[in-house]
């Protein structure tokens, strides 16, 4: 079984910053990659980030600049810095182990982002 701890939650400002954080752990774990998806209140859970083993990192094009995701492989755990927050990026966020059993995936719990002033 496999375990995925999300941290970082947080209140920020407009324009502000926040770090999030996931670890994921377990017997015999292998992972092809990390990332992120999010979803606010009343619309569907949207991609956010992911970074593979081999250090390849994607986004969709209307948070590139602003978000950066980076992994440790050591300690298999990702890391997401979210900078110039807009309130619009109000949501929970899940983070998302890949296995390297091709569709095989594992979610945290959420962890909730609020931006307001």
């Known amino acids: 079984q496999v375990q995925v701890v999300e941290s970082g939650r947080g209140l920020a400002q407009p324009g502000g910053s926040l770090r999030l954080s996931c670890a994921a752990s377990?017997?015999?774990?292998?992972?092809?990659?990390m990332g992120w998806y999010r979803q606010a209140p009343g619309k569907e859970r949207e991609f956010v980030a992911e970074?593979?083993?081999?250090?390849?990192?994607d986004y969709p094009d209307s948070l590139k600049g602003r978000f950066t995701i980076s992994g440790n492989w050591a300690k298999n755990t990702v890391s997401l810095q979210m900078n110039s927050l807009k309130p619009e990026d109000t949501a929970v966020y899940y983070c998302?182990?890949?296995?390297?059993?091709?569709?095989?995936?594992?979610w945290g719990q959420g962890t909730q982002v609020t931006v307001s002033s």
């Open positions: 998302i182990v890949r296995s390297c059993w091709v569709g095989t995936n594992y």
């Open positions: 377990g017997d015999n774990i292998c992972i092809s990659a």
């Open positions: 970074v593979t083993t081999s250090g390849n990192t």
